[in-house]
């Protein structure tokens, strides 16, 4: 039986990797384990955000579902001005993001456990990024979708990667009811990245 990444405690043994990647130009270090989302590389739909995410000058940004930290770390190395939260359910995940942070030297971000944005729910943030874990189900990515305008400042952005195929219609909805609509920021190797703006009212 495979065990599911998307949950508090892998059973798993503990098994260090060692990825070490070029990503927007830039050297980076990310230790990965059995019990997390895509241990062996970082996955194309983890790679098709992070080359194509929007960042704001400064404020707070949030990865959900964070995993070891790719995106995050790298949406807080380049720009220090940011200040990013990564928030992810696995307790494992969440350990080794907070050594990907000190192993690639990252002085702007932190990580918190919990499951998406119940560790966070007292922020508002100027960009939430999410390779959402679309295993553990679709009803997990319209939640958060639908539930990111409480925590997003105004004109602040929902980046999210999607597999172009999974959920087409039902998230085309989720968008539409909870922003007025979305934007395809990149098409690239079967994914969509999908961004929307908290617009004043």
Do not use: W
Not at 117 to 140: H, M, Q, R, T, W
Not at 173 to 190: H, I, N, P, Y
């Amino acid at each position: 039986m495979v065990e599911h990444y998307f949950t508090s405690k892998p059973i798993s043994k503990l098994k260090l990797r060692l990825i070490n990647i070029y990503l927007r130009g830039r050297h980076f270090r990310f230790y990965t384990s059995s019990g997390v989302f895509s241990k062996r590389r970082i996955d194309l739909g983890t790679k098709v955000l992070i080359e194509n995410m929007i960042l704001p000058e400064r404020g707070y940004v949030l990865d959900v579902g964070c995993g070891y930290g790719a995106i995050g770390i790298v949406a807080a190395a380049l720009n220090p001005n940011l200040h990013v939260v990564m928030v992810d359910v696995n307790e494992r995940a969440v350990k080794l993001a907070k050594r990907n942070i000190k192993v690639n030297g990252i002085a702007n971000a932190e990580v918190k456990c919990g499951s998406l944005y119940e560790p966070v729910k007292d922020l508002s943030f100027s960009c939430i990024l999410s390779n959402p874990p679309i295993s553990a189900g679709i009803d997990i990515v319209e939640t958060i979708i639908a539930d990111a305008p409480k925590y997003m400042c105004e004109g602040a952005t929902l980046q999210i990667v999607v597999k172009s195929k999974i959920g087409r219609e039902r998230l085309k909805q989720v968008f539409e009811k909870t922003f007025g609509g979305f934007t395809v920021l990149a098409r690239e190797s079967g994914y969509r990245v999908l961004m929307a703006e908290k617009k004043s009212r």
